[in-house]
């Protein structure tokens, strides 16, 4: 069983900084790609940015500048940095990670989802 555990969410004001940390923990043969995801009240869940294993990014064009994602793999744990935060970026976060394993398929499992909230 893999978990993944969030944390860092939390109510800043419009121009401040935060920075979101994700960990996976349990039996697993390699982390491939990890990213992190936000979904409003009734809303579908959104892409904010990717990182694969050998650091490669994707950022959706809402946060590009603002928001870096990072990974530190001998720690299992991606981060988010998220810059000049906007009214607008208010929404739950969710991270994900696309786990590898020596005797099954992979699979992509989801942490509990981290609320983030900007004040104007």
């Known amino acids: 069983q893999v978990q993944l555990v969030e944390s860092g969410g939390g109510l800043v004001q419009a121009g401040g900084s935060l920075r979101l940390s994700c960990t996976a923990s349990?039996?697993?043969?390699?982390?491939?790609?990890m990213g992190w995801y936000r979904q409003g009240p009734g809303k579908q869940r959104e892409l904010v940015a990717t990182?694969?294993?050998?650091?490669?990014?994707n950022y959706a064009d809402s946060v590009k500048g603002r928001f870096t994602i990072s990974r530190d793999n001998a720690k299992n744990t991606v981060y988010l940095q998220m810059n000049r935060l906007k009214p607008e970026d208010t929404f739950v976060y969710y991270c994900?990670?696309?786990?590898?394993?020596?005797?099954?398929?992979?699979?992509?499992?989801w942490g509990q989802g981290t609320q983030v909230t900007v004040s104007a």
């Open positions: 994900n990670a696309n786990v590898l394993f020596i005797s099954s398929n992979p699979f992509t499992y």
């Open positions: 349990g039996r697993m043969s390699k982390i491939n790609s």
């Open positions: 990182i694969t294993s050998d650091g490669s990014t």
